[in-house]
């Protein structure tokens, strides 16, 4: 793990950047474990470590998206929502009504 990573993990910014930052690390530790476990096994040695390093990272990454994500419902619209972000709406009136 290199000291830029954590020195960038570490950067202040706000909870919805911080969020932003871990779920892209998210993507990208996911795309480089698919490309260390398709590479040869000729240096086996040096992707053991590549490997371990990313599994730590997805570690960390995991962690602080728990901790600071708020996943509850009752988020406001506005925090949730990105600007120019559609949302598909059902127009469809075939709701039935459900008897308890």
């Not at 053991?48 to 600071?68: A, F, G, P, S």
């Not at 009752?74 to 598909?88: D, T």
């Amino acid at each position: 793990m290199t000291t830029e990573w954590v020195a960038e993990i570490k950067r202040p910014r706000s909870v919805d950047e911080l969020i932003d930052f871990l779920k892209a690390e998210r993507v990208r530790i996911k795309k480089e474990e698919r490309f260390v476990w398709k590479d040869d096994r000729i240096y086996l040695q040096k992707q053991d470590t590549k490997i371990l390093t990313l599994n730590y990272q997805k570690m960390i990454v995991e962690e602080l998206l728990d901790e600071v994500e708020d996943c509850s419902m009752e988020v406001s619209l506005e925090r949730v929502s990105k600007l120019g972000k559609s949302f598909p709406i059902s127009t469809t009136t075939d709701l039935q009504p459900i008897s308890i």
